[in-house]
């Protein structure tokens, strides 16, 4: 996430690409109809199990709940666990998605720790490993949400603005968390943008959280504060999955079962090309940012000298070009979501929507959202262009729509969409359902929303009932699991009699791991 360099040329992209027309551009609102700007400097957002809209920003997350015109209707504001923390990432797990109980994780980094550019980083000799996984719960202490246990400490954050950023909960039961780098292309010097701080073993990476295990440490530890030659001392249940990446916001997993990944590239005026374990150049590189498959053990390019003691290759820059990096795209665009819903029908399903945010210009620079249609998981076959705004952090709810967070100007921007032709054809139809995955045993329950009358239904998860039917309104509804196999996927279908609605694809997909080992993250432990 860069705020001082975008106003460079942007290299073309090798993809040819269509305007659309079937976008409609909104903002969430208050009730007189005028734009909701409550929030300072919103990050990210993810729609929770009570279908209120979660958003993080400095020091609080703020929960919305809205009516059919994204107007809010009621505001539930965290206890504040510190203002100089934001928030840059924030999901929930499946396997503990109820209403009733709120759970939830969020990545925590005190940016800037040692006073960024002109700071004194070596007065701080730990200030770079501030970055944190917390878990939040609803009602606690007399708070509507609350930070009741730190999950993950010790995590790297550059002085700068690099820190904890995406995550997801895998099929595996695993956490999935993207620590981003705390160098421009591997090399940082007192006085550049990045402040100074080297990399250190888990930065630039996408880290694998095992918290699904019973005997948990996620209390990160080093041998020394020095980053450039610190050693993880404790043998904690956190690891590198897939090393190499600046600073890399979003991870998406997709039904395909591809792991996702938007990265930022090097700008001019934040540090220096590492070429090897101990030289620099003295330019600086600038290259576009890029979206990759991560995948395990695989090194993405961005230099990492601390673990280039054990593998030479991670000290020596590859710039996007020179990577598997599936695209490349202008700068700055980190919002990733996949288009699952099956509203704009079969063309659309399984599309990854991505948010550019503009930095420069506030109104003048909205930034823009589009979309890349896979052929296959590691090529893009084409990019459409959605609308000419976009955010740093984008979603697709459970109305079929994006939202985006545009911290720029304090507004959840909003693309609506409505039905394609052959889906608005259907007598009845399943848009989305929420969340997309669970365990494999079921007994959870799914929020599904469509076009579907209130009574005379029956709800389908492949050729299994979907039991305990519970109507919220016309087109909403939730209904109880019912067990399924291990990483298979299934459609959901509306059954009106002997008729049932038509899906475009999977639209659930059963974990591979059981839902038991998650009690122990449920114990309060005070957390700051």
């Known amino acids: 996430m860069r705020v001082a360099a975008f106003a460079s040329a942007v290299l073309p992209l090798f993809i040819s690409y269509a305007a659309s027309q079937e976008w409609i551009v909104?903002?969430?609102?208050?009730?007189?109809?005028?734009?909701?700007?409550?929030?300072?400097?919103?990050?990210?957002?993810?729609q929770g199990p009570d279908l209120r809209y979660y958003v993080g920003s400095k020091g609080i997350v703020t929960a919305l709940k809205v009516d059919d015109d994204y107007r809010v209707t009621d505001v539930c504001t965290s206890k504040?666990?510190?203002?100089?923390?934001?928030?840059?990432?924030?999901?929930?797990?499946?396997?503990?998605?109820?209403?009733?109980?709120i759970f939830l994780y969020i990545a925590t980094s005190k940016l800037n720790w040692g006073g960024g550019r002109h700071g004194e980083p070596e007065l701080f000799p730990y200030g770079w490993m501030n970055g944190m996984v917390q878990i939040m719960r609803s009602n606690q202490g007399g708070h509507c949400l609350a930070v009741t246990k730190n999950l993950v400490t010790g995590l790297s954050v550059s002085n700068h603005d690099h820190g904890v950023n995406g995550m997801v909960v895998d099929l595996d039961g695993t956490l999935k968390v993207l620590n981003g780098g705390m160098t421009n292309a591997g090399f940082s010097e007192k006085g550049d943008g990045d402040g100074g701080a080297p990399e250190t073993p888990l930065s630039g990476a996408l880290l694998t959280v095992r918290h699904n295990i019973a005997t948990f440490n996620g209390e990160v530890k080093y041998d020394t504060p020095n980053g450039r030659l610190a050693n993880v001392a404790n043998n904690p249940d956190v690891s590198v999955f897939a090393p190499g990446f600046m600073n890399?916001?979003?991870?998406?997993?997709h039904t395909n079962g591809g792991l996702y990944v938007t990265d930022n590239g090097p700008n001019p005026g934040y540090g220096k090309e590492s070429t090897s374990c101990?030289?620099?150049?003295?330019?600086?590189?600038?290259?576009?940012?890029?979206?990759?498959?991560?995948?395990?053990?695989?090194w993405f390019g961005h230099p990492n000298r601390n673990r280039g003691r054990s593998d030479a290759k991670q000290c020596v820059y590859q710039g996007a070009g020179k990577t598997e990096a599936i695209v490349r795209m202008e700068s700055s665009t980190n919002g990733l979501a996949e288009y699952a819903s099956n509203k704009r029908g079969s063309g659309w399903k399984g599309?990854?929507?991505?948010?550019r945010i503009g930095f420069h210009g506030g109104n003048n620079d909205r930034g823009n959202s589009f979309a890349f249609f896979l052929s296959d998981k590691k090529t893009v076959a084409r990019r459409e262009e959605l609308l000419e705004v976009g955010g740093l952090d984008a979603i697709v709810d459970i109305e079929s729509n994006v939202v985006m967070t545009d911290?720029?100007?304090?507004?959840?921007?909003?693309?609506r969409t409505a039905e394609e032709g052959g889906v608005a054809a259907q007598r009845a139809v399943v848009w989305s359902v929420l969340p997309r995955r669970g365990p494999a045993e079921g007994g959870n329950r799914v929020w599904v929303r469509g076009r579907f009358p209130q009574r005379g239904l029956t709800v389908m998860l492949?050729?299994?009932?979907?039991?305990?039917?519970?109507?919220a309104r016309e087109g909403l509804l939730s209904c109880r699991v019912p067990k399924g196999t291990a990483g298979g996927q299934v459609k959901v279908t509306i059954g009106l009699g002997r008729w049932f609605s038509?899906?475009?694809?999977?639209?659930?997909?059963?974990m591979t791991e059981k839902r038991a080992t998650l009690e122990p993250l449920l114990l309060e432990t005070p957390a700051l």
Do not use: W
């Open 26 to 46: 909104d903002e969430f609102k208050n009730q007189d109809g005028t734009p909701f700007r409550a929030i300072d400097g919103p990050t990210v957002v993810r």
């Open 80 to 101: 504040n666990f510190g203002v100089d923390r934001s928030v840059l990432g924030l999901t929930f797990d499946p396997r503990h998605f109820t209403e009733k109980d």
């Open 248 to 253: 890399a916001f979003s991870v998406e997993l």
């Open 278 to 298: 101990t030289v620099n150049l003295e330019s600086e590189p600038h290259t576009d940012d890029a979206l990759y498959l991560a995948e395990e053990g695989k």
């Open 351 to 355: 599309a990854l929507i991505l948010a």
């Open 407 to 415: 911290f720029m100007v304090r507004s959840l921007v909003v693309l």
């Open 462 to 471: 492949g050729s299994r009932l979907c039991s305990d039917v519970r109507v």
């Open 502 to 510: 038509r899906s475009y694809g999977a639209d659930y997909t059963y």
